[in-house]
């Protein structure tokens, strides 16, 4: 695998700055030196929020300003043993014990974003989705969500721990962007990232079912849901584990991209790499068809739609919050809700 001598610096508590451009706090990831040979400025970097800000400043847009720099550089690396050529074998993925997930799939009353869930789609559904996906509790910022990714042999790569609100269903990124991962809050030495597609578990369980690919996991696990007759699967961002390592389980599957709002140019960049491996790949670009100017610079998803008409749920949870004493009255009467087919 090529090794790049500048990238950006990988993420542990604190290495996240201010967007020299949007002002965002903790969003700002810089650029390193592989070799620690070269401390680039503080701009030198690229934000989070590709679709609202967009700023990202490379290595090669410095070294273009400053050429004395790059010559600086390209004379160090002339006075430098040229490395080998042989190309290297590809690090194996580390993995994380099930048990420690297997933890983590209770402690709901205090995960916010499962407190979402039930007022939107109800508690046994809820309790469903969460057990089908792997969704965990972490302790971190009182009772984030956890995103297990767990590949198709059942094995562990690692958990992304986000914060949500309990109301709107948002992630909390303020006053700064509440994202960690499983392995680094472990502290694991010698751990080897390789991501896989949040829901992976999932493909041999459903072997016939069209796959449909979404950016966030909480987008797919609203639309698993709504649209339960094919198996939702996410990339965990954008790129996430957007790359031909990952894609090699979707061999022989019917694939279908359902970016978010802005992306659609992009995913339609991965279909060549996609028809290698999978029976047939498609992006939808349905969002793109009916969205409004104003949800486009948004960049809402799939999830946000469906859920913009309120569910039969979500209206009675909203009588409840205005009057409490409707939930006793369920309660005592054991009255459930009968939502029509």
Not at 166 to 192: F, I, N
Not at 222 to 230: E, R, T
Not at 234 to 262: S, W, Y
Not at 274 to 291: F, G, H, M, Q
């Given at each position: ?12 508590t ?17 650029y390193?030196d ?13 934000c989070d929020?590709?679709?609202l ?7 090669r847009?410095?070294?273009q ?38 933890r983590t799939?209770?402690?709901y ?15 046994e559904?809820?309790?469903?989705l969460c057990r089908?996906y792997r ?12 995103f ?15 914060l949500?609100?309990?109301k709107?269903?948002k992630?909390v ?5 509440h ?15 390789r ?25 797919a ?6 649209m ?19 894609i090699?389980v ?7 991209l ?12 991965k ?56 939930q006793?009255?369920?309660d ?10």
């Amino acid at each position: 695998m090529r090794q790049y001598k500048y990238h950006l610096e990988k993420y542990h508590t604190g290495s996240k700055r201010t967007c020299p451009k949007c002002g965002r706090k903790a969003c700002f990831t810089r650029y390193v030196d592989n070799d620690g040979r070269h401390v680039f400025p503080y701009h030198v970097g690229r934000c989070d929020h590709e679709r609202l800000c967009g700023y990202h400043f490379s290595p090669r847009d410095y070294f273009q300003e400053n050429p004395q720099m790059f010559k600086a550089m390209t004379n160090e690396k002339q006075n430098m043993t040229l490395a080998s050529s042989t190309p290297q074998r590809e690090s194996q993925p580390s993995f994380i014990d099930k048990s420690v997930m297997e933890r983590t799939l209770s402690h709901y009353s205090i995960n916010p974003l499962y407190t979402f869930l039930v007022r939107t789609i109800g508690k046994e559904e809820a309790d469903r989705l969460c057990r089908l996906y792997r969704i965990g509790t972490s302790k971190k910022w009182g009772g984030s969500a956890v995103f297990w990714q767990v590949d198709c042999q059942g094995s562990v790569r690692t958990g992304k721990i986000m914060l949500y609100d309990a109301k709107t269903g948002k992630r909390v990124k303020e006053p700064q962007s509440h994202v960690c991962w499983v392995h680094t809050e472990m502290k694991l030495k010698d751990y080897h990232l390789r991501q896989c597609f949040f829901g992976e578990h999932l493909l041999p369980l459903y072997p016939d079912k069209q796959v449909f690919i979404v950016e966030s996991e909480k987008t797919a696990v609203i639309a698993s849901h709504f649209m339960p007759d094919v198996l939702w699967i996410a990339t965990g961002g954008k790129n996430g584990c957007f790359n031909e390592q990952a894609i090699h389980v979707l061999a022989g599957r019917e694939v279908v991209l359902m970016p978010d709002l802005g992306a659609t140019q992009e995913w339609q960049g991965k279909l060549p790499m996609l028809r290698k491996v999978c029976r047939s790949a498609s992006v939808n670009d349905v969002l793109e068809t009916i969205a409004a100017d104003e949800q486009r610079s948004l960049g809402l998803d799939i999830a946000d739609f469906l859920l913009m008409e309120d569910t039969p749920r979500m209206i009675l949870q909203k009588m409840i919050d205005r009057n409490p004493a409707l939930q006793t009255l369920i309660d005592e009467f054991g009255l459930e809700l009968v939502e029509e087919p």
